[in-house]
């Protein structure tokens, strides 16, 4: 298994991390997600048996609008950081859930996938698109318009933004 850090920019707020998170579930087979966020800046920390490229794929396709860009990258020794000890300790530590900060605990055994063959990457996106499609619920353009009724357009995600783009276009 594999340890990676997953550096996404945009314009977003702390839900916004926990929403995108979220997305990522479907890949992660480390016991905790952990982040560190700052305006315009998160960096995920997680562990993955999946290949680095199908990682990437998978965080390319489900992006739903959520951010502008990302760099994936494996954390081994190789990678220097700078910041405070108790950031470190509590990005780096996958083992342990660190008081006062965001950790999702996450289910690997629910996502229990075989190939025959390992270069089959179609296989791999498509399981876990699928795996994600399953848990996504899609806002029905009522409970969008709703949303906006009561609380603004800029309330929506970029998720709901894009869902009500799509219902637009029908």
């Given at each position: 298994m594999?340890?990676y850090?997953?550096?996404?920019?945009?314009?977003?707020?702390?839900?916004?991390?926990?929403?995108?998170?979220?997305?990522l579930?479907?890949?992660?087979d480390s016991?905790h997600l952990?982040?560190?966020?700052?305006?315009?800046?998160?960096i995920?920390h997680f562990e993955?048996?999946?290949q680095?490229?199908?990682?990437h794929?998978?965080?390319?396709?489900?992006?739903?609008?959520?951010?502008?860009s990302?760099?994936?990258?494996e954390?081994?020794?190789?990678?220097?950081?700078?910041?405070t000890?108790d950031?470190?300790?509590?990005?780096?530590d996958?083992?342990?859930?660190t008081?006062?900060?965001?950790t999702?605990?996450?289910?690997?055994?629910?996502?229990?996938?075989?190939f025959d063959d390992?270069d089959?990457?179609?296989d791999?996106v498509?399981?876990?698109?699928?795996?994600?499609k399953?848990?996504l619920?899609?806002?029905t353009?009522?409970?969008?318009?709703d949303k906006i009724?009561?609380?603004?357009?800029?309330?929506?995600?970029?998720?709901e933004?894009a869902?009500?783009?799509?219902?637009?276009?029908?």
């Open positions: 594999k340890k850090l997953l550096t996404v920019f945009g314009n977003f707020e702390l839900e916004n991390c926990e929403e995108i998170a979220h997305c579930e479907p890949i992660i016991t952990k982040f560190q966020y700052r305006s315009g800046v998160i995920f993955s048996e999946i680095m490229a199908d990682i794929e998978f965080v390319e396709l489900t992006s739903y609008d959520m951010y502008d990302f760099i994936l990258t954390y081994n020794d190789n990678v220097s950081v700078f910041m000890d950031m470190k300790q509590h990005l780096f996958l083992e342990t859930e008081e006062g900060a965001i999702f605990d996450l289910l690997p055994e629910n996502r229990t996938w075989t390992e089959d990457e179609d791999i498509t399981a876990l698109m699928n795996q994600v399953k848990n619920q899609v806002p353009m009522d409970q969008l318009l009724n009561e609380h603004g357009v800029e309330s929506l995600t970029p998720y933004k869902t009500l783009d799509n219902y637009s276009q029908k």
